[in-house]
Each structure stands twice: as structure tokens, then as C-alpha cells.
């Protein structure tokens, strides 16, 4: 995934402002548990890519992000032994004991599994709709060694992406079938140790473009435009929800012992504000560079 | 601008020294070529100037080096890139940001300038570059090409006193090369920055050279002119000629060869093929080691159009053409990487295929688990047995890599990717002796390649790609000579068929008194 200007209101906000907005989001989705209203922010995560003209790459990443998220809801099932409603009944682990799954981690398994597309939807977001270089010329002006780590991440992967390619066209080429697990352990070594050789290029190239002179790019002084402004308070506006919900107990939701949902006004109001905070600065379509 | 005094240097863990005992001085203003073989201490002498070594490879470090006036003992490699610009080898590994503007101030940036300044710098270095119309794309569009151009003007944004590349060319086709090498050409004589050169293809950047250095372990084999230079050691095609043919000159450029030939320049048809290549073999088979019959790929749009292509056994094909010709997707078909939109393809048996980054082909962490050691010892590698593949020169990586797909018995069809990039000119002739052992054996071979040289001394025929088909199909000798980019140096030189330099001598006899030469005659 890689980032390409288009003239859409979330490209035209500063960097920051838009980091800010899509780790605010993730950061929603983590301090609440309500199936519903993540279901909404996930909602959202979708349309406020598809309003950046960046759904495709949202939803590709997306999709290698299910497999990760039933994981995390089967491990939970499998490991929690909290619940009433037993669906399978005892067997046996050394060490951990008898395991049973209930219904009640299983469905807070699917709560995690939902958190963590989320994250990886707002991730994605970011990758795909927030100009890297003023992103990392706006960490360099806060730490240098972050800069540093963050311009060689930022370079390496789409380097490694082309070398992985490169690689898998080769042993194609080289006409051994399949190479068997050892086979795919010894092409996992070979593209570490290329990852390696690559790192060191991108940092010896670091190095003479004079990034460790640990002198802080000049401070561009622009004045706040129209989607800075509606993004930072959509963000606040988030953000502020999120810990009101946390605190008051807005849209509430236990998984133990027994399953207890609100589906009333107490879950969707919340949830209507949350999707209307986040979506409005898409809707302001002036100013957009064109 | 450039002073080494003492000067040796060796690798941490590394048994030989790589730079030993070095002194010379580069003027400022200097367009200076550094020529040697693989491993002569070429790249460790740049990376020094530019202070990553021993700043960032560490090492033994012994002498005094001064770049810029800056002792690199006392300031590294972010301190000299205020005085020093570097380019590296791999155009990808040059670039850093997302956008070419950023990339052009990134350097401006971390040297503390100011916004004005910074945009100032950009438009300055993108306009001398003519790299202008590229400044808002996305780094991850451009071309290789275009990538080493960004990074070369990275490394010149700020203007330094010398611009240290380190063979900026290896990656890059011709066209693009030579674009390269002529706005390094500009920069040195319209901003008087000194270059430092490092390249092996010497045909290519002596007509820039003031002055040529070159290395041999670690140590300074030779300082002086172009012309001086190549008359010690005759390394470009044209030099060769004149050699072989028993002239005293060297020229430099194909204008001063062609004026030093005077009347000698003919347009000759064709000689025979010297004994040592094999003769091209049209005659048609019952079955083709490989054969195209109207064969599409199309991806976003067509790559290859209604290509008919049938190469027999035993036969060299060179396949040449633009960049976006097709060359690498027609092997890639038939190596069945990829399959054909339309249209049909055979081979007569398993198709070996080295695609352009030898590298890629190694999985393990010596070069004796990659192939056994009788191949090994077959090849003439087994003596690198107990070595890492990444450890190994270019040239030794390219010659495991291709054993490696060769692969056990011989191949129907052997299809080669560019495989003379960066390589010097021992390992390309290697190359080629190694390939038309192959054809002698029945194997087709089959070279997508830029390096016209390379196709005179290896293929019986080349096929010119052009927009997905052939659009010449015919004796290397018909195709390359009388060409004017699709041309080796010698034939551009004499006008002929006379692809190599070893044909070329035949056309050239031994230099006649002067006032002989003097009247134009065409030779016949």
C-alpha cells in the first residue's frame, strides 16, 4: 500500500490533523466493547475510506486482517474460563486444565476480533490517505531517532514488498515444485537476510543525505485551513465521546457471566454520534485541491 | 577538494585490506573516472571520500583523507554531505521519501536550511536535472531511470563541491544511462562541481574524463589522461580496435576514431563470422527449442502483440529493444512465469530462466548448498564453496545464479535477463564463452539485453523488439552494424558490419604514411 495524493477533504487536511483523526478512531474502537458500536466505527472506518478514495487498499488490508481477528476471538474462546453457556464441554490441556467454550468468550472473542479490525482498518487509513513525508518531517521537528526508524520503515517497505515479488518469481524460475517447510523456512531466511542488506543500504543512504546531523527541519508556518480545523475537532469530538462512553457507562455491554446487550437508545444514540463526529468533514468539500 | 594521504582501509573481519597505502588529490572542477575490476577497491574508495567508511562500516581505518576540506576522522558522513553529494548503486535504496519535491529537500532539511532556501534548492536542482515535470509524482511511479536521476539530484541539492557516484549506471539501461552520465557531464561544466567516478563501463564516461584512476587491490595502479590511460590498458571496444589492428592511437570518442581512421571507414557489407561463433542456423526443424505463433499478454494494456517468434536448438538470440519492448515478458512466457493472453507457445523441454537480480535465486548461507559440489567444481566455482552467496562478486554471483537454473542435463532453452549489468568486461566475456558452450551443446540461448557488445560477441541472430513484436529479425551482424543506437562502438566507428573489435581489425590496416592517410578513400 502506498500513498498517492487525491483531492479529497481527509488528503487535504495536514498530516498530523489526519494521523491524529485515524488514531483517534482506533483508539475509540479500543475503549469500548459494545458489538454494535464497533460494528458502526468499523462502518465507518469503510465509508471514511471510501470518502479518501482509498477503499480498495482499506478493504484489501482488511481482508488479510479477518484471519487475524478470528484468531484472536477463537484463542479467546478457547483460553477464557468465564461464561455460563457452555457450547463444547471439557478437554483436556497439561498445564491449563480442563477447557471449556462458552458462548460468553466467544462472542467477547468476536468483541476483540472486531477491536483489532478496526485498528487495522484505521492503520490502513492512514497508510493510504496521510502524506508520509510531512508525517515524518513533523516527528523529525519532535525526535530524530523516531525520524530515523520511521524514514527507514516507511522506505524499507515498499522495497521489500518488490524484493519479495522478486524472489518469488526466482524460485518459480529455479523450477523446484514446492519447496516443502524447509524449503519455506530457508526462503524466509533469504528474505531476512535480504531485509538486512536492504536496511543497511536504505540507512547507509540516511547517512549521506545528512539525516544524522540531528538537525530539525525548519518549522513551515501555514495557517489552519478549513479541513485542518474540521478534522482536529471531529478527532476532539471522538475522542471526547469515547471517554464520556467509557466513563458514564454509555452503550453498555457484558460478556460474563451471561451475555448482556442494550440494543435501546442507550447504544444507538452513542452510536449515531460516533458515526456523525467522524463522517461530517467528509461532507465539507471545498477547498479541496484539485 | 579531495585528498588521501596514507590511505588504507579493511573491512571489519576482513582478511585483505581493501584500500592500501592510497594518495592522490582530485582538483576542484575535476571529472574523474575510477576504473578496475570487481573488487579493486573502487566502491570502498567513494564510500571513504563520502566518510561512511569508517564512520558507518567500521574497520581499520589508517592515513589521512580530507574531502572538502573535512578530515573524515573527524567528521562523518552527515557533516561531509555538506561538501560531498554521493549516489549508490541501487537506485532503489537511494530514494527515501514519497514525493520527488520531498526527496530533493530532504537534504536541504537536515542541513538546517530554511523554507526558502529549501524551495529554492528543490527547483534549482530538479531544473538542472530536467527532472522539473517530476517533482509532485509519487517516488514509487518512477522508473529506474528516473529514480537514479531523483537520487542524483538529492545528492547534488545544495550544491557540493564534488558529487562522489558509485557506479550510478549498473542498473540502469543505456538510454538511461547515457542521460544520466550527460547531466553529470553539465553539472561539472556549468557548476564546476568535481566528480568522482566509479564505473566499468569505461566506453561510456572517458569522452567526460579529465582524468582516469584506477585501482588494483586496494592500491592506485595508474593516474593520468583518458588517452594514457587506454593506451596502457586498450578497455573500451574502440581502444581494442586500435590495438588489434596495430595503431598507435587510443581515441577516447567514436569522432576522434573515426577521425583517426580517416579513409579506412567503409560501409562494407557484412564479414564473414569469425570461426569462434557459431553460425547462424535458419534452417528449419521439425521441432523448435522454442516457438511463439501469435502470441498476446496483456495486462493493463498489450505487452506483447501477435508475437511469432520459432528459435532452434543450439541457436544465440540476442532480443533487444526499448525499455517497455517486451524483452523480459517474452522470457517470462517462456519460462511459463506467465502465460499468454492468445495465441500459442511450445518449448522442446524444460526452460532454464535467469531473471535480472542473480541474488534472488540464493537460499542458504554457502554457496556449496546452493549446488552440489561436483557442479560446483564443474562450473569452475569450487573454490567459492565454503563462501555466502552474498558475500560473492557480481560476476561469481551471476555464473552460480545462472548454474543454478541450468539446473541438472541441459536445458531446451536457456533465457537470460539482462545478465551483463554491472560487470566488468573479464566476467562478460566469461559470460559469453560460457553461453555459446551451452548452444554448442543444443541448448537455445536466448539474452534480453541493452549492451550491444555483449549481443556482437555471444548471438548468431537478434531479434529488435519494438511495442510487443519484432520488428527486425535478422544476423546480429545485419541488425547491429549501420545502426545508430542498435550499434556496438566499433561499428559505429567504421560504418560496417564489423561488430567486434576483433572483426573491426580486420577492416583496419596498419597505419600508412601520413600523407596516404590524408586523401578520403573508401576501403572496399
Not at chain 1, 75 to 96: C, K, Q, Y
Request: neutral net charge.
Amino acid at each position: 500500500m502506498s500513498y498517492r495524493r487525491r483531492s479529497t477533504p481527509l488528503h487535504a487536511a495536514r498530516a498530523g490533523v489526519g494521523a491524529a483523526w485515524c488514531v483517534v478512531l482506533g483508539l475509540v474502537a479500543l475503549s469500548l466493547e459494545h458489538p454494535l458500536v464497533l460494528a458502526v466505527l468499523l462502518g465507518c472506518v469503510l465509508a471514511a475510506a471510501a470518502a479518501a478514495q482509498v477503499a480498495r487498499q482499506v478493504a484489501r488490508t482488511l481482508a488479510w486482517g479477518v484471519p487475524f481477528a478470528l484468531v484472536i476471538a477463537l484463542v479467546n474462546a478457547l483460553v477464557t474460563r468465564e461464561g455460563l453457556t457452555i457450547l463444547v464441554r471439557g478437554f483436556n490441556v497439561p498445564v491449563l486444565g480442563q477447557l471449556d467454550v462458552t458462548l460468553e468468550a466467544l462472542a467477547y472473542g468476536g468483541v476483540l476480533g472486531l477491536r483489532a479490525l478496526i485498528v487495522i482498518g484505521c492503520a490502513a487509513l492512514l497508510a493510504a490517505a496521510v502524506d508520509p513525508d510531512e508525517l515524518l518531517r513533523a516527528v523529525r521537528r519532535v525526535s530524530v531517532r523516531s525520524g530515523v526508524t520511521a524514514a527507514v520503515a516507511t522506505r524499507l517497505m515498499p522495497v521489500l514488498a518488490r524484493d519479495a515479488r522478486r524472489l518469488a518469481d526466482a524460485q518459480r524460475a529455479r523450477g523446484a515444485g514446492d519447496p516443502g517447510p524447509a524449503g519455506r523456512v530457508a526462503v524466509l531466511h533469504a528474505v531476512t537476510a535480504g531485509a538486512l542488506d536492504r536496511a543497511t543500504d536504505v540507512a547507509a543512504t540516511l547517512e549521506v543525505r545528512g539525516f544524522a546531523t540531528g538537525l530539525r527541519p525548519a518549522r513551515r508556518r501555514r495557517p489552519l485551513s478549513r479541513h485542518d480545523l474540521g478534522f482536529a475537532a471531529s478527532a476532539a469530538a471522538l475522542a471526547l465521546l469515547g471517554v464520556l462512553a467509557a466513563v458514564e457507562g454509555w452503550a453498555p455491554f457484558a460478556a460474563y457471566p451471561r451475555i448482556e446487550l442494550s440494543l435501546g437508545a442507550s447504544a444507538l444514540l452513542p452510536a449515531a454520534a460516533l458515526a456523525l463526529c467522524a463522517l461530517v468533514p467528509f461532507a465539507d468539500r471545498r477547498g479541496v485541491e484539485r | 577538494m579531495l585528498e588521501l594521504s596514507g590511505v588504507g582501509y579493511a573491512y571489519p573481519d576482513a582478511g585483505d585490506a581493501a584500500l592500501q597505502d592510497l594518495t592522490l588529490a582530485v582538483e576542484a572542477g575535476e571529472f574523474v573516472v575510477v576504473a578496475g575490476g570487481s573488487g579493486s577497491g573502487k566502491s570502498t574508495l567513494l564510500r571513504a571520500a563520502a566518510g561512511l567508511v569508517p564512520h558507518f562500516h567500521g574497520g581499520t581505518f589508517s592515513g589521512r583523507l580530507r574531502c572538502g576540506g573535512l578530515d573524515t576522522r573527524e567528521h562523518g558522513p552527515g557533516e561531509l554531505a555538506a561538501v560531498a553529494g554521493t549516489l549508490l548503486q541501487d537506485p532503489e535504496t537511494q530514494v527515501l521519501m514519497g514525493t520527488v519535491r520531498a526527496e530533493l529537500a530532504f537534504p536541504l532539511e537536515n542541513r538546517g536550511f530554511g523554507g526558502a532556501a529549501v524551495a529554492r534548492g528543490v527547483e534549482e536542482a530538479a531544473l538542472a536535472l530536467g527532472i522539473a515535470g517530476l517533482l509532485d509524482r509519487s517516488t514509487h511511479e518512477l522508473s529506474g531511470g528516473e529514480l537514479q536521476r531523483v537520487a542524483l539530484g538529492a545528492a547534488l541539492a545544495g550544491r557540493p563541491r564534488i558529487v562522489l557516484l558509485d557506479e550510478p549506471t549498473s542498473q540502469l539501461d543505456p538510454v538511461a544511462g547515457d542521460e544520466l552520465l550527460g547531466v553529470l557531464r553539465r553539472v561539472n561544466e556549468e557548476w564546476g562541481t568535481a566528480v568522482l567516478l566509479a564505473e566499468h563501463r569505461l566506453e561510456r564516461c572517458l569522452p567526460a574524463a579529465d582524468r582516469v584512476l584506477a585501482l588494483e587491490s586496494g592500491r592506485l595502479a595508474f593516474d593520468g589522461s583518458p588517452e594514457a590511460f587506454l593506451e596502457r590498458r586498450p578497455e573500451t571496444p574502440i581502444a581494442r580496435l586500435f590495438a588489434l589492428a596495430g595503431r598507435p592511437e587510443r581515441p577516447v570518442t567514436v569522432k576522434a576514431a573515426r577521425a583517426a581512421l580517416g579513409g579506412v571507414r567503409s560501409c562494407d557489407p557484412a564479414p564473414d563470422p569469425p570461426a569462434g561463433r557459431p553460425r547462424l542456423r535458419r534452417v528449419r526443424r521439425p521441432t523448435a527449442a522454442l516457438a511463439l505463433e501469435r502470441v498476446w499478454f496483456e495486462r493493463d494494456a498489450a505487452v506483447l502483440r501477435g508475437v511469432d517468434l520459432r528459435v532452434e536448438p543450439g541457436e544465440t538470440v540476442a532480443l533487444m529493444g526499448r525499455n517497455g519492448a517486451g524483452k523480459s515478458t517474452l522470457l517470462r512466457l517462456a519460462a511459463g512465469l506467465e502465460r499468454p493472453s492468445r495465441g500459442k507457445l511450445s518449448t522442446a523441454g524444460r526452460v532454464a530462466l535467469l531473471l535480472q537480480h542473480p541474488g534472488d535465486y540464493f537460499l542458504h548461507d554457502r554457496v556449496d548448498a546452493e549446488l552440489p559440489h561436483a557442479r560446483l567444481e564443474a562450473a569452475g566455482l569450487g573454490h567459492l564453496a565454503a563462501r555466502h552467496p552474498r558475500d560473492l562478486s557480481g560476476g561469481e554471483r551471476q555464473r552460480l545464479a545462472l548454474e543454478i537454473v541450468l539446473g541438472e542435463g541441459e536445458p531446451a532453452v536457456a533465457c537470460l535477463d539482462e545478465p551483463t549489468r554491472g560487470m566488468d568486461r573479464g566476467h562478460k566475456d566469461a559470460l559469453a564463452r560460457r553461453l555459446l558452450a551451452l548452444a554448442s551443446g543444443g541448448t537455445a540461448v536466448i539474452v534480453a539485453t541493452h549492451d550491444a557488445e555483449f549481443a556482437a560477441a555471444f548471438a548468431a541472430r537478434t531479434v529488435l523488439l519494438g511495442d510487443g513484436r519484432p520488428v527486425a529479425d535478422a544476423p546480429t551482424a545485419e541488425v547491429l552494424g549501420g545502426g545508430w543506437y542498435f550499434a556496438t562502438q566499433v561499428a559505429r566507428v567504421l560504418g560496417t558490419r564489423a561488430l567486434t573489435p576483433e572483426e573491426g581489425a580486420a577492416h583496419v590496416a596498419a597505419p600508412a604514411p601520413r600523407e596516404e592517410i590524408a586523401v578520403p578513400e573508401v576501403a572496399r
